[in-house]
């Protein structure tokens, strides 16, 4: 999973590098979530990386019923994930990432639950890694990576401190 995680890490160094604009104008995350997706796909060759995918195969992405997570998109409370990194057809899914801005003050807990459903593996759709993001102008304030639908507390801890040791984490 490192293999994967220092991927992400190689694309937020390369997004922080040309796409400071869109903090300094403080566009919205749709805008943010999109740029950092192209430099995650010059990351990972033979995959599809999409972001706000909504099918696996040909079914629409749900969840059961009962869950926390709305799937009702006309509210901005959908399951589709803000980036995924995948094979469309067979379907196999690599790594799902969940971006916010610092700035962004609604309760971080909607992310972290979609992240645990995305990440389940009971779930038929499961994403083998997870990956939470919030960036801001110069770093990434936080950032908890998920596997089998719960926080990987020493992943997380490896991935923050990769991202302090080249300039983009903060203490964690």
């Excluded at 083998?128 to 950032?143: D, F, P, Q």
């Amino acid at each position: 999973m490192q293999t994967e995680l220092n991927k992400v890490i190689a694309a937020l160094r390369e997004f922080y590098a040309h796409e400071g604009f869109l903090f300094e104008k403080d566009l919205g995350e749709r805008a943010i979530t999109h740029r950092f997706a192209v430099y995650l796909e010059r990351q990972f060759s033979g995959w599809t990386v999409d972001c706000n995918y909504d099918r696996l195969g040909e079914r629409t992405l749900h969840l059961p019923h009962g869950t926390i997570i709305s799937t009702d998109d006309h509210l901005g409370k959908s399951i589709y994930p803000d980036v995924v990194v995948h094979q469309r057809e067979i379907p196999n899914n690599l790594l799902t990432v969940e971006i916010r801005k610092a700035s962004n003050h609604t309760p971080v807990e909607h992310d972290q639950h979609k992240l645990m459903a995305l990440t389940d593996p009971h779930i038929w759709f499961a994403y083998w890694i997870g990956v939470l993001l919030v960036l801001a102008k110069h770093n990434v304030t936080m950032s908890e990576v998920y596997v089998g639908g719960i926080v990987d507390r020493p992943l997380s801890l490896w991935f923050a401190t990769r991202l302090k040791e080249i300039g983009l984490g903060t203490a964690h």
